[in-house]
Structure formats: structure tokens, C-alpha cells
Nanobody, 126 residues
């Protein structure tokens, strides 16, 4: 079992930056990937980015490529999402999640992720 706690959300103006953090407790295995998803009320949860825990390989959604960057600190059991050039359409609740059996390139498929955090709100004003 892995527990995930997100932090770092808030209100920011368009063009600004935020860094989200996800603290993971429990045993993290080398096969894990850590993903970030987001959800707006009334819409499906969508993939943002993911990173393989041991390989460090990443995968970003096209909508955030070049603006967001996922990273991890294996010594601290932390995953980060650096978000730059934020747009109002990035407004959502952001969730951290775990895929326990990831390939070298982490997946964007929501159904592969089994552990989820409680989410942190990001609001981008225009």
C-alpha cells in the first residue's frame, strides 16, 4: 500500500508558475511509475504527466508538453510537477497516482493507476 499526499496548489495568474509536490509513503518498488492527472468538475480525469520511478523516463500529455515537467526525488520519495506558462484551461484538481507495474515508458492510461492522492486545487486566473 502506498499513500500519496499532494501539495502546492493555489491561485496564480495566467503566465505564472506553480510546483506541485506529491509525498509518497510506503514501499515504492522499481517497477512503479508516478503519474499526475487533473480533473475539472463534470469532466473526465485526464492524464498530465508521468515518470518511471527507477528509470526516470517521462511522458507528458501534448497539452502540457514544453510547459510542465515531471520529476522525482527517490531519496525523499517525492514526485514533482513544475508548471510554467499556466493558462486558465489548466485550472483543475491535480492528482498524484501510482502505476505498480509500469513499462520503461510510463502510461497515460488512467485505469493502470491504482493508488491515488486526495488532490490539490490549481486555479489560473485570466
Amino acid at each position: 500500500q502506498v499513500q500519496l499526499v499532494e501539495s502546492g496548489g493555489g491561485l496564480v495568474q495566467a503566465g505564472g508558475s506553480l510546483r506541485l509536490s506529491c509525498a509518497a509513503s510506503g514501499r515504492i518498488f522499481s517497477t512503479y511509475a508516478m503519474g499526475w492527472f487533473r480533473q475539472v468538475p463534470g469532466k473526465e480525469r485526464e492524464f498530465v504527466a508521468a515518470i518511471h520511478w527507477s528509470h526516470g523516463s517521462t511522458y507528458h500529455a501534448n497539452s502540457v508538453k514544453g510547459r510542465f515537467a515531471v520529476s522525482r526525488d527517490t531519496a525523499k520519495n517525492m514526485v514533482y510537477l513544475q508548471m510554467n506558462s499556466l493558462k486558465p484551461e489548466d485550472t483543475a484538481v491535480y492528482y498524484c497516482a501510482v502505476d505498480r507495474n509500469s513499462g520503461v515508458v510510463p502510461t497515460h492510461l488512467l485505469t493502470r493507476y491504482t493508488y491515488w492522492g486526495q488532490g490539490t486545487q490549481v486555479t489560473v486566473s485570466s
